[in-house]
């Protein structure tokens, strides 16, 4: 173990399971809030990508959870292989650590990866930095998944989950609690876990005296968690325990180094809020510029040219009904009327069609969508599509989805540089 402690907060990694954070506790009390019950546990790095199932060599996954495919983790594997730690430092004020991970569905499978992380202590908050860097021989660009950033893991006290779902953030309106909770696949009623948007971009598990962990990705406002087993008792070693992750779709290349940063806040529930208030963007409208990265958008029927992005998406239309699918956001249809796509197209279809999901409707659909021509000429254009002229684009917009044609043809493309509210000059 190696530890971190300011004298508000104490933090450990176990050096033994790749560095993940397997101890975290009020430095007066040092009760430790984080569940140890397996190597899947612990507040830790998680990736997903394909195939499903993942079989490198031939070698089978566990059937419980083949479904998973491609998933290596920090801490170790589900057969308790552990994951191994190839360098670490800490300097009594940061804990840096870099590890080969496990395949979690496989018995001691380490992942053709390397994961990093840095963690630093401010009062009540720990601050971490996470990496993957890919070196996997599969060159295959998979679909993106949603990828937790990062898994946290409590003990069975720390039950109560809230976070704020609603259309007026930071404004102090009423949260909401989360009450599933499971004890087997079988008879969890579809997924185990709960998913929401979280416009405030924070959730937290608490106990019966309102104090507990929040889990603060500024960025992100798909959230899953839930809890396991019987709630408000076990330790670190039980099975019970409450689940929070921040989930950000992504396309994890062969070759992909991607990192991302989230905040652990320890405190009364109140005091876990006010900190996102303090410390949120607050307002994200939909600015995306593909200069060095996806902006976390993701495809369906279609790829691009792989990483690393250099100042344009180039994507292959060479399938019927391409789909290019942007994040979770929260914006209001009022302040955004209008989207700008700087693309160049060359297809033969001359219309594309650009849909919005509402913070009341998850899903797209063809109501809540625009048509809009595009020239097949391969040269770059500024589209402007106003979303204002739709009676349906009103509320709480959670974010676009873009289909450049219905139907594909063999060599055609599309290559865009942005999508976003701003209009840019050519």
């Keep these: 173990m190696s530890y971190l402690d300011n004298g508000s907060i104490r933090l450990g990694v176990d050096l033994n399971l790749g560095g993940s954070i397997t101890y975290l506790a009020n430095a007066g009390d040092r009760i430790n809030i984080i569940n140890n019950h397996d190597w899947g546990r612990q507040i830790q790095m998680s990736f997903y990508s394909g195939p499903v199932p993942f079989t490198p060599g031939g070698k089978q996954p566990s059937k419980t959870w083949a479904g998973l495919g491609w998933n290596p983790i920090q801490s170790g594997d589900y057969a308790g292989n552990r994951s191994r730690i190839v360098e670490y430092r800490n300097d009594g004020k940061s804990i840096y650590v870099k590890c080969v991970p496990m395949q979690w569905p496989l018995d001691n499978e380490p992942g053709e990866c390397t994961f990093e992380s840095w963690i630093k202590l401010e009062e009540n908050v720990v601050k971490v930095r996470s990496r993957i860097k890919n070196h996997r021989t599969d060159t295959t660009q998979y679909s993106g998944r949603g990828q937790e950033l990062p898994a946290v893991y409590t003990n069975g006290p720390w039950y109560r989950l809230f976070s704020y779902t609603g259309n007026r953030p930071f404004t102090n309106d009423k949260l909401s609690r989360f009450t599933k909770t499971w004890t087997n696949l ?62 950000q779709q992504e396309i994890l290349d062969h070759n992909i ?122 040269q770059y254009h500024t589209y402007e599509i106003d979303l204002s002229s739709s009676p349906y684009y009103k509320g709480a917009i959670t974010g676009l989805r873009l289909d450049p044609v219905a139907v594909g043809h063999k060599g055609e493309y599309i290559k865009i540089k942005s999508i976003t509210c701003r209009n840019q000059p050519n």
Excluded at 236 to 245: E, F, H, R, V
Excluded at 355 to 365: D, E, V, Y
Aim: net charge negative.
């Design 186 to 247: 079988q008879d969890a009623d579809g997924s185990p876990w709960e998913h929401w948007t979280a416009t405030e971009n924070w959730a937290a598990l608490i106990n019966e005296d309102d104090w507990g962990l929040g889990v603060f990705k500024p960025d992100v406002y798909s959230f899953t968690g839930g809890f396991f087993g019987t709630p408000g008792k076990g330790g670190s070693k039980d099975g019970p325990t409450g689940y929070i992750s921040p989930v």
């Design 257 to 378: 180094g991607y990192e991302y940063e989230y905040m652990l806040i320890m405190g009364k529930l109140d005091e876990i809020r006010r900190y996102a208030y303090e410390h949120s963007k607050q307002k994200t409208p939909p600015d995306y510029c593909f200069e060095k990265d996806r902006q976390h958008w993701v495809y369906r029927n279609t790829a691009d040219s792989g990483w690393p992005i250099r100042g344009e998406l180039n994507i292959s239309i060479d399938k019927d009904d391409p789909q290019l699918i942007g994040p979770v956001g929260f914006w209001q249809a009022r302040d955004i009327p209008k989207i700008y796509i700087r693309a160049a197209c060359n297809t033969q279809d001359t219309r594309a069609r650009l849909f919005w999901r509402t913070n009341s409707q998850h899903g797209f659909a063809k109501q809540r969508s625009i048509s809009f021509e595009i020239r097949p000429d391969g």
